[in-house]
């Protein structure tokens, strides 16, 4: 019994050893199995073309080029790791909406630009982002400006259907009054169109949309409402995937690569020019210290129409005093000159011009050292251009700015030049003049001059003003600046006479051979004068005008200094129907 139990025990031995035996082989040879499995399965992946998906009009991120294929920032990003990673990838741009349910039910295995949310995190993953995207709110032009998001509760929204910021308004609470479209263009578009009050969108989508659709009534009234992280996004779990896109953006933000595309396609879109933006702020700069000059200015002479009404009171009164007070008249006629120069141009002309020449000086000074920068700079942009074809400029074609960038130069430097002629002959008319100066002078400029300073006015009152000027005038002799301040005067008086811009102006200059004179005509097709007014136009302070601030002697005194030159000023004009003006002087005899 003994012996049995043995010989059973060591066979029973024997065989648990070999079942275990077999259980270690097999275990050995699944264990290899499975790596084999896993090299191969990791060849197959690096042979597989990843799918990337993303927005097709989501302009400079991601979009359709005109040729039909993908452009933007995040493509060249995606090419550009895929290099790095040694990856096959192929894009597929569509809707916004269709595109993230691609992801989810795996027709798409990546999206290239996501912006990143709490919510969003519980159904995707996200990279680390690659930009940050701040989003502004649009509006028309003559809609009230907003600064925050809540200011929007009453008013008509439009956002981005599915984007992050019709989400973020919905966690907020907005319902009823937004409107959504399928890509930011359709939001511009209907906002530009009159339709609903403001538009939020990312603000290089908008601005970049404003320009290339041309939508200049839309601006940007609040820049920065929300920032949101910009990253790679793929299905929850598929980790794999997104590490190896988070190592290649880690790769070329080390190798400069990174910051070459996103100067490229986000560092500056707008054209090297003056933006609207910036004139209106400097015109305003400038604007505020001419409207309080021309406020005092209007103080002073309702002041002095007072003074000179109480005076004429009492010079009514005191009949016998008459001689003695036209005679004080005579005496003062050169201060009223003067008076009414400045009531013409404003008390500040001066230190207005002072201001305008500043900058405009810089501006004279600046502008054919950027002209050259640009010459000197043409022929590498244009060897590039013949060498890879056409690229963008400011966020514009090269093959349209290598026409206009040298006429917007010129036509600045032009600009700055006129600002400049202007604002001296201001000063020339403004300073106070010698009576006493008499010398010969041609007329035709003198009379060029005046419509200069009077040309704002005579813009504002009609769109249909001609001038004609005769050739070879033999001069006159005179004091040039009276005999301006005679030409704005008429020129005013003209624009004042209009109804509407629709009436004209009508100017010309001639020689009178047989009279020996030259003749400045001056027609308006305004409202006429009534016929007993006509005897009265030239008569100290007498004027039809009284409730809008006439003072009754700017006639006067240019009917004065007209006199003082031996020349004539005669009115012809007909009840609604227009004046015509004719200012005539002696010519000179010419020379031997």
Not at 256 to 265: E, R, S, T, V
Not at 423 to 440: G, P, S, Y
Not at 554 to 567: N, P, Q, R, Y
Request: proline share 4%; hydrophobic share 40%.
């Amino acid at each position: 019994m003994k012996w049995h139990y043995q010989l059973t025990m060591r066979f029973d031995n024997n065989g648990a050893g070999r079942a275990v035996g077999k259980i270690l082989l097999a275990m050995a040879m699944l264990s290899l199995l499975c790596v084999v499995s896993a090299f191969a399965a990791e060849e197959r992946d690096s042979d597989r073309t990843i799918i990337v998906g993303g927005d097709r009009d989501y302009p400079p991120y991601e979009f359709i080029d005109k040729d039909g294929k993908p452009a933007g920032y995040n493509v060249d990003l995606t090419k550009a790791i895929a290099d790095v990673m040694g990856m096959k990838v192929e894009f597929r741009l569509g809707g916004w909406s269709e595109m993230r349910a691609a992801l989810m039910d795996g027709r798409v295995d990546i999206l290239q630009g996501l912006s990143y949310s709490e919510q969003r995190a519980k159904i995707v993953d996200f990279s680390p982002p690659h930009t940050i995207v701040h989003h502004a709110i649009f509006a028309r032009r003559e809609t009230p400006a907003v600064s925050s998001v809540e200011e929007l509760r009453s008013k008509e929204v439009v956002v981005f259907r599915d984007g992050i910021m019709h989400e973020m308004l919905k966690e907020r609470g907005f319902r009823d009054n937004l409107w959504t479209t399928d890509t930011p263009a359709d939001a511009m578009r209907l906002l530009a169109s009159g339709e609903h009050d403001y538009a939020v969108v990312a603000i290089l989508p908008g601005m970049y949309l404003t320009r290339e659709l041309h939508l200049s009534n839309v601006i940007p009234v609040s820049r920065s409402v929300a920032a949101q992280k910009y990253c790679y996004a793929v299905k929850k779990g598929n980790t794999e995937l997104l590490t190896r896109f988070s190592e290649g953006l880690a790769i070329l933000r080390k190798t400069g690569q990174y910051q070459a595309i996103y100067d490229k396609w986000l560092g500056v879109l707008e054209p090297p020019r003056i933006s609207w933006e910036r004139a209106i702020k400097y015109g305003s700069m400038l604007l505020v210290p001419l409207l309080l000059g021309l406020a005092g200015t209007v103080i002073w002479s309702r002041t002095l129409q007072k003074r000179v009404t109480r005076r004429t009171a009492e010079l009514a009164l005191e009949v016998t005093e008459r001689k003695r007070a036209l005679e004080e008249l005579r005496l003062h006629q050169d201060k009223l000159v003067q008076a009414d120069k400045m009531a013409s141009l404003g008390i500040l002309v001066s230190g207005v011009a002072h201001e305008i020449n500043n900058p405009n000086g810089l501006i004279l000074l600046n502008m054919p050292i950027l002209k050259d920068v640009y010459r000197d700079a043409e022929d590498i942009l244009e060897e590039r251009f013949q060498e890879k074809g056409d690229f963008t400029v400011g966020g514009l074609p090269y093959s349209r700015m290598r026409r206009e960038i040298p006429l917007m130069i010129d036509e600045m430097f032009e600009g700055s030049q006129r600002i400049k002629r202007i604002v001296e002959e201001l000063k020339d008319f403004a300073r106070r003049d010698d009576a006493t100066i008499i010398d010969r002078f041609d007329f035709n400029p003198v009379v060029k001059a005046a419509l200069r300073l009077a040309e704002p006015s005579i813009r504002k009152a009609t769109g249909n003003f001609e001038a004609s000027f005769a050739d070879n005038l033999p001069k006159v002799k005179g004091n040039p600046q009276r005999i301006e301040q005679v030409v704005v005067n008429l020129a005013l008086n003209a624009c004042q006479a209009l109804p509407d811009s629709s009436c004209g102006i009508f100017l010309r200059t001639f020689h009178d051979r047989a009279a020996g004179t030259v003749v400045l005509e001056l027609r308006d097709e305004g409202v006429g004068i009534a016929a007993e007014h006509l005897n009265h136009l030239t008569d100290p302070f007498f004027t039809t005008k009284r409730e809008t601030g006439g003072t009754g002697l700017g006639l006067s005194v240019s009917a004065g200094i007209v006199k003082e030159h031996g020349g004539s000023l005669n009115f012809d004009s007909v009840t609604g129907q227009g004046t015509t003006v004719t200012f005539s002087l002696p010519a000179c005899k010419e020379q031997a």
